[in-house]
C-alpha cells in the first residue's frame, strides 16, 4: 500500500504542508470521536468508518477474543459488516499473525494470503492488489489488541506524501488502539457488574400448587440495578413454603451487598432450621457485628396447604411493616407483628403470628419504600400506610400479578416515576380448589 513515490509526483512544500494539515485534521476529528465511545461494537464500527476513505477504499477491524476466534469489522461500500472466524494458522496466513502476535507492525498481505482467509471476511479484500496490515500498538501490559486491515486499489495521491499518510496511520492505529482497549475493559467490567448484579437479584418466584405469587423488585435509581430490598422463596421437603421480605438500611451497591450477606446467611440457617422465629434470631446473630451499624428489618413465614383451598402462614418479624390482608370480600386487616431491628441487638425480641387465608384472599408484604415514598403536590409528601390500604382495597376479586401491578402504577404515579428508595412487595394469594 505504501508504495516509493516517483520524483515527478513528489508535492512541493506548499502541498506538504495542505497534505499535512489534511491529516492532522483527521487525526483530532478521529481522536475526538473515538475517546467518547465506550461500547465494543460502537468503537469497532466508528474505527473503519473513519478510516475511510481518508486510508483505505475498504477497511477491516481485527481483534481476537479469549477464545481464539477473531471478531472482525468491516467497512466497504458505505456499510459496516461484521463477523467472526477461527484464527487461520501461521502457514495459512502468515502476514496476518504476525501483525496480531504484534510481531510486525505494518506488513502487507498478499493476494495469495487474503483468498486463503475465509470467504465472508476476505471477498470485498480480494479486488485490491494488496492489504495493509497495522498491528494496533500494546496498552499498558496488555498483548497487542488486534490489526486494522487498509485497502486501497491506487497509491496515495500526490498531495498525500507516502511519509505524512505512514505517520498518520501509526498515529490514528494508537489512537484505535486505546479507544479499543477502553471499550473492551468497559465492556468486561459491564459484564461482571451485571453478573454480580444477577446474584443479588431475587429469583423467579417458584411454582406453588393452590397458591398465586407475585412480586415487585425496583431499585432506587442509581449506577447499580439492585438494591437493600429482598425477598426469597423456598419449598420446603414438608410441602410447605419457607418465604422471606426484608429490607436493609441504605440502598445502592452497599446495601445490596450487605442483603446479598442477609440471603447467603438464611440460605445457610434454613438448612438446619426452617420455623421462622428461630430463623429470625439466628440471623440476628449472625448479622452481628458483621454489619457494623447497619441494620435490616425482614418478615419471615411460611406457607402451608390447607384442605379446602385455604393457606395457612405463620409469620415473624423483625422491626417491619406490618403485613396486609385483603379479603375476598374487600376487606383490608394489618397484622401487626411486634419485633426488633435485626442485627443491632444480641437480645434481640420478635414476635410471630399465625394468619389463615381463605380462597382468593391475599396477604401483602413490602417495604418502607413503598409507605414512604415521596410524591403529592410538593413531592415531599409520604404515601403513607392509609394510601396503601386504600390501594389495596380497590384490588377486590383480583388475581395476584393484578394486585401487586396495581400498588406498583399506583406509587410509581405518587411519586412520578422518580422513587428515591428500593421498593419490593410480596403478594401471596389462595386460590379456589378446583
Not at 495459512?92 to 486463503?116: F, S
Not at 431475587?202 to 432506587?220: E, W
Not at 440502598?251 to 446479598?260: C, D, I, K
Not at 414512604?372 to 386504600?390: C, I, K, P, V
Amino acid at each position: 500500500m505504501h508504495r516509493a513515490e516517483p520524483a515527478a509526483a513528489r508535492p512541493n512544500a506548499d502541498e506538504r504542508d495542505v497534505g499535512e494539515a489534511w491529516f492532522l485534521s483527521f487525526l483530532a476529528d478521529a481522536g475526538g470521536r473515538l475517546v467518547g465511545t465506550f461500547d465494543l461494537d460502537s468503537a469497532a464500527t466508528m474505527v473503519v468508518e473513519l478510516a475511510v476513505p481518508t486510508l483505505a477504499d475498504c477497511a477491516v477491524l481485527v481483534l481476537p477474543d479469549v477464545r481464539g476466534r477473531l471478531d472482525w469489522w468491516r467497512w466497504s461500500r458505505g456499510r459496516c459488516t461484521r463477523g467472526r472466524i477461527r484464527r487461520p494458522t501461521v502457514d495459512a496466513a502468515p502476514t496476518l499473525t504476525a501483525g496480531l502476535d504484534g510481531l510486525k507492525r505494518v506488513g502487507i498481505m498478499p493476494p495469495a494470503e487474503v483468498e486463503a482467509l475465509p470467504p465472508a471476511f476476505a471477498e470485498p479484500l480480494m479486488r485490491y492488489p494488496d492489504v495493509a496490515v497495522v498491528s494496533l500498538p500494546a496498552v499498558a501490559d496488555a498483548p497487542p489488541p488486534g490489526v486494522l486491515l487498509l485497502a486501497r486499489p491506487e497509491p496515495p495521491q500526490p498531495l498525500h506524501s507516502a511519509e505524512t499518510e505512514a505517520r498518520t496511520v501509526a498515529e490514528f492505529a494508537e489512537r484505535v488502539s486505546r479507544a479499543v482497549h477502553g471499550a473492551a475493559e468497559f465492556d468486561r467490567h459491564r459484564a461482571a457488574s451485571i453478573e454480580l448484579q444477577s446474584t443479588l437479584r431475587p429469583p423467579a418466584l417458584p411454582v406453588l400448587p393452590g397458591v398465586r405469587l407475585s412480586a415487585i423488585y425496583r431499585p432506587a435509581a442509581g449506577p447499580v440495578d439492585v438494591g437493600g430490598d429482598f425477598y426469597d422463596l423456598h419449598p420446603q421437603p414438608d410441602g410447605s413454603t419457607l418465604f422471606t421480605l426484608g429490607d436493609v438500611c441504605g440502598n445502592g451497591a452497599e446495601a445490596a451487598a450487605l442483603s446479598g450477606r442477609v440471603r447467603h446467611a438464611l440460605a445457610a440457617l434454613r438448612l438446619v432450621e426452617n420455623d421462622p422465629l428461630t430463623l429470625l434470631t439466628l440471623l440476628n446473630q449472625a448479622l452481628l457485628g458483621v454489619s457494623g451499624s447497619k441494620f435490616a428489618t425482614a418478615v419471615l413465614g411460611t406457607i402451608t396447604r390447607r384442605s379446602g383451598g385455604s393457606l395457612h402462614l405463620r409469620m415473624s418479624s423483625g422491626g417491619h411493616p406490618s403485613p396486609l390482608i385483603l379479603r375476598a370480600n374487600g376487606t383490608v386487616e394489618v397484622i401487626a407483628i411486634p419485633g426488633m431491628l435485626v442485627g443491632i441487638m444480641p437480645q434481640a425480641q420478635f414476635g410471630e403470628t399465625t394468619v389463615e387465608l381463605a380462597p382468593q384472599d391475599t396477604c401483602i408484604l413490602y417495604t418502607d419504600g413503598i409507605t414512604e415514598a415521596r410524591g403529592g403536590e410538593d413531592g415531599e409528601e409520604l404515601f403513607g400506610s392509609e394510601r396503601l390500604r386504600t390501594a389495596l382495597s380497590f384490588c377486590q376479586g383480583r388475581q395476584a400479578d393484578q394486585v401487586a401491578t396495581h400498588i406498583d402504577q399506583t406509587i410509581q404515579h405518587w411519586s412520578n416515576n422518580a422513587s428515591r428508595d428500593d421498593i419490593a412487595l410480596l403478594a401471596i394469594q389462595s386460590t379456589p380448589t378446583p
